[in-house]
């Protein structure tokens, strides 16, 4: 079941590398927003793989917690400033 | 019990790949938050479920639990956002390039 959890993580993060795609060339700032939500929430469970691959998923599982919620806050804090940025402009 | 949490896992992940797809492959600011809004958080649920099987009733399956439910709220909360933003900056919504010069509408 290590090895299970260990292949998974790296599944997950060969997707960051497809989603990072995107973020390099996304036509528009949302584009590169919306991939860079994606690859947080998929970050949650690359870290709380990694503490059941270690054994140490009592720790882990709090950076997941914390990263969660950091995450959500990032993404909305973006869409607000460039609403109010892209209006101004035009 | 190991085996329905192996299983549960090996779809969420199929699910991720969907939603990852998606976000490559679709032509549209929309249709991608489209994938990244429903498909994303199926898949991570599906993994959190399939971990929190796997962990047993512990504190540490409590955590995840209240992982699964951030994910749940915020991760639509959070494409919804964004879309609106889009929709309110005026990001042109996407038209399917006809190719045909009448379509059957007689247009």
């Avoid at chain 2, 938050?33 to 099987?53: F, I, N, Q």
């Amino acid at each position: 079941m290590s090895s299970f959890f260990l292949a998974l993580a790296v599944f997950i993060v060969l997707l960051f590398v497809a989603s990072l795609y995107r973020v390099a060339v996304g036509p528009t700032v949302f584009d590169r927003a919306i991939g860079a939500g994606l690859i947080g929430t998929n970050a949650v469970l690359v870290l709380l793989l990694i503490g059941f691959f270690y054994g140490r998923a009592d720790m882990f599982v709090d950076l997941a917690l914390t990263y969660g919620m950091l995450n959500f806050i990032g993404v909305v804090a973006l869409a607000k400033y460039f609403e109010r940025g892209q209006k101004e402009a035009s | 019990m190991t085996w329905l949490a192996a299983s549960l896992m090996g779809v969420g992940a199929v699910f991720l790949l969907i939603s990852c797809i998606g976000l490559i492959r679709l032509p549209d600011f929309y249709t991608r938050a489209h994938a990244v809004g429903k498909a994303e958080t199926l898949g991570s649920m599906l993994v959190l479920v399939g971990l929190a099987l796997y962990n047993g009733a512990d504190l540490i399956s409590v955590k995840i639990l209240f992982i699964l439910g951030i994910i749940l709220i915020t991760n639509p909360t959070a494409t919804h956002a964004l879309a609106r933003s889009a929709f309110r900056s005026g990001l042109p919504l996407w038209k399917r390039a006809d190719k045909r010069q009448g379509d059957d509408l007689g247009n």
